[in-house]
């Protein structure tokens, strides 16, 4: 109860009234939250930016009695502004974050999860990154967060040591790691790696979380790793997350 600092990005927004607006927030505390914002709609500049889809503040929220949150105030940190002017940024953002609004839920914090959503916002804002790219190591990253660490280190069936010279991998989306050679012809669910696009792969499970985007692989590759990453992320979230048209 009381008030509570903290920092949030908007997921969703809804008009409650002229003036007033329902944010769904997700904090690094308080996990996915729904907030009243009172005069988000004719407040200041600030508070007109703070409510708007995907901008991240700083927020003073007030909890009541019996559990609803309010906004007292807040203040922009960043807007992500280049993704309002680019429809094909726009649509992967949104993208991403409708996989953000599914995956969190209020009281769960949010640290890690946040943390890559913003860092991901920011990579497609500001840079000219391949999107696709972006959107896979995003899914891997956030999969990895979640809980789902594949085995890529030895064959899941035989323990056989994957080694750096291989020149393919193959992946079972049944087993949730790699096969070696031999046990990959009996696993009708394998998918085959590249070289570089199985590095990639172990790279984003493993790097540190500010480095997740510091590398960037040939069409070839991301090609197979949109592949894999699509079916790996609809094996595990039981859904698909196509871009939207936006
Ligand atoms: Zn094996």
Known sequence: MG???TKGIVIGT???????????ILTPDLG?????????????KSALNSSEYLSFSNLLIYKSPND????????????????????????????????????????IPAYDVLQLFLNTLYVISESEKNLDLIYCIFRIRLLAILGFLPQVSKCVKCGLQMKEDMEE??????????????????DKSVIRLSKTTFSALIYVLSCDSKKIF????????IDELKLFTKIYTTSKLDK???????
């Open 3 to 5: 008030i509570i600092k």
């Open 14 to 24: 809804a008009n409650s009234s002229d003036n007033d607006k329902v944010l769904t």
């Open 32 to 44: 996915k939250i729904s907030a009243f914002y009172k005069g988000a709609k004719k407040g200041n």
């Open 68 to 107: 609803n949150y309010s906004i007292n105030s807040a203040e922009l940190i960043e807007l992500f502004y280049n993704l309002r002017i680019d429809v094909e940024k726009l649509s992967y953002a949104t993208t991403i974050s409708k996989i953000i609004y599914d995956v969190t839920e209020e009281n």
């Open 169 to 186: 991998f193959y992946f079972s989306i049944k087993e949730d790691g790699v096969l070696c050679n031999t046990c990959s012809r009996l």
């Open 214 to 221: 510091s590398f960037d692989i040939p069409q070839g590759a």
């Open 240 to 246: 698909e997350y196509e871009i939207m048209k936006i």
